[in-house]
């Protein structure tokens, strides 16, 4: 969702929350441990097994660990998301990284349509947030302002293309990949990356070359 409300969640962040942990710690590591139990629950059970109670149960620790930063459930979902969208951030740069500005749209659109890692977790999180949260909630307004900012990055990427009608090309992208999650949720197994792969590799081409008064 650069988009995919795709890729992984490697947390690089140098500590593990099974790890023994230390008396004072940083609040960047603190958060990652947290979002990565909180993910653990989430892939095991959806977001009804997240709680704070559970979350703490998994670091290994008292509530406390967990309600000294992230006092609510809404909370801890917030987080996650966040720490998601940071790891999709940073691997969406290093996908591009080096690429021709008018080769950018169908590496994004490539890396977007791929499941690996943690996708299916963070698909399933997302999905299930979109379709749940109140409206107003932070989780559910941290999803819609990534979705705006990943068309917006296909648009630009469009336009570096040379597609002849940028944004109609990023709308179109951007409904596909969205669907596509939906998709690979139902019926992983029948949209193997070898079947999405080249499906999206032709879409773009397709896209780029189209006659925008057609």
């Known amino acids: 969702m650069q988009q995919r409300c795709t890729t992984v969640l490697y947390f690089r962040w140098g500590v593990r929350y099974r790890d023994a942990m230390p008396m004072e ?7 990652a441990m ?3 139990a909180t993910l653990d629950l989430v892939a095991t059970g959806g977001i009804d097994a997240v709680s704070i109670r559970a979350v703490a149960k998994r670091i290994g620790g008292s509530t406390t ?3 000294n930063y992230l006092p609510t459930r809404e909370e801890l979902l917030r987080n996650a998301v966040e720490h998601a969208l940071a790891a999709w951030d940073a691997e969406t740069e290093g996908v591009i990284e080096g690429a021709a500005e008018d080769e950018r749209l169908a590496v994004m659109a490539r890396w977007a349509s791929s499941t690996t890692g943690d996708d299916a977790v963070l698909r399933r999180l997302f999905m299930e947030i979109l379709g749940r949260s109140e409206p107003e909630s932070d989780a559910v307004a ?3 302002k990534d979705a705006r900012r990943a068309h917006e990055g296909l648009s630009a990427a469009a336009e570096a293309a040379g597609a002849a009608d940028a944004a109609f090309t990023a709308d179109i992208l951007h409904l596909v990949l969205r669907g596509f999650y939906l998709s690979s949720l139902e019926d992983p197994q029948g949209w193997p990356g070898d079947r999405v792969g080249p499906l ?7 896209l780029i070359a189209a006659d925008p008064e057609t």
């Open 34 to 36: 947290i979002a990565e």
């Open 200 to 206: 999206i590799d032709r879409l773009v081409r397709v």
């Open 65 to 67: 660990l967990v309600t």
């Open 25 to 31: 710690i940083d609040l960047t590591q603190r958060l």
């Open 142 to 144: 941290l999803l819609r």
